[in-house]
């Protein structure tokens, strides 16, 4: 199963989809954003994801925040101020479209509402993503369908029917590539509440190539998701986790999402085909590291060799231990002096 998401192939035995979560860590500040997008790129990301919102649209001005975004953002007393502070026009952006393809980067954006999937859509972005929270949203849903590009759905708080009902809305619209990202929407998630190997469910169950949208502290968990098989791997990302704002706190500072990347990678080289077989760096040390039969005392040619005439030892150069039945009883073809690795024109 693989996707094209723009000139990248996604999905089986491809390189995991990196997404850089920009989010609102931009504050509302464009000279931030564009520092976001070079971090991204810097750190190996393949893409840098914003999120693009009218905030009217979005939430009620009397809508509460969560409790961590109260935690991580006190300034403001509700979801409509917090919002607000934090909105982008789409004349910003299409600056930022415009620099991360200078910059040699995927730009995305997650649309919030209506209006703004009209903003994404004349963006021309490789791809929608679906937050987890419009997963029940079906109207929201037939709207992302309808700009016909890949769809990239994370699936937090949902259970599996109601993604079903949501894959169902998109493929009935015309989405006919989809990527399912298995979350776990708490900021930070701990790690017992991650449950990755919902991950390989959600790929057997639907169908389609399936990834994981990271919340948890760390690099760790999301390392292990992809050896598990993400495609696709989101993580926030941040200039520093001591600027105000609600999803700095949970995001990784430049250097942690580098490492992550590298790490990613390194899993890749190490995943291999699933083909049992010696490799090529372990041949000289399989003749080091096995055993062969070896005279333990001088053989006269003729002899009949007896069990107590020979012995396993180091290098694994000779005949191998498993046919030391084979050997016993056979006769010396030659003198064979003691110590001596035995090979199969020794004995007949």
Known sequence: ?????GQRLVGDDQPAFIIAEAGVNHNGDMVLAKKLIDAAREAGADAIKFQTFVTENLVTKQAGKATYQKRNDPDTTSQYEMLKRLELSE????????????KGIFFLSTAFDSESIGIVGRLNVPACKVPSGEITNLPYLKEVALLHKPVIMSTGMATLGEIHDAVSCLKENGSTEI??????????APAVSVNLRAIETLRKEFGVP???????????VPVAARA???CVLEKHLTLDRNLPGPDHKASLEPEEFTAMVAAVRVVEDALGTGEKQPQDCELDNRQIARKSIVASADIPAGTRI??????IKRPGTGIEPR??????????RCAIKKESVLSWDMIE
Do not use: N
Request: a positive charge; proline letters at 2%.
């Open 1 to 5: 199963m693989q996707i094209s998401i």
């Open 210 to 220: 399936a990834g994981y949208s990271d919340h948890t502290e760390g690099i760790a």
């Open 323 to 332: 046919y030391f039945e084979q050997v016993v009883g056979k006769r010396a």
């Open 179 to 188: 990527i399912l990202l298995h979350c776990t929407t708490s900021y930070p």
């Open 306 to 311: 007896g069990a107590a005439m020979v012995a």
């Open 91 to 102: 004349h910003d952006f299409q600056q930022l479209f415009r620099y991360a393809k200078r």
């Open 228 to 230: 598990l098989g993400a």
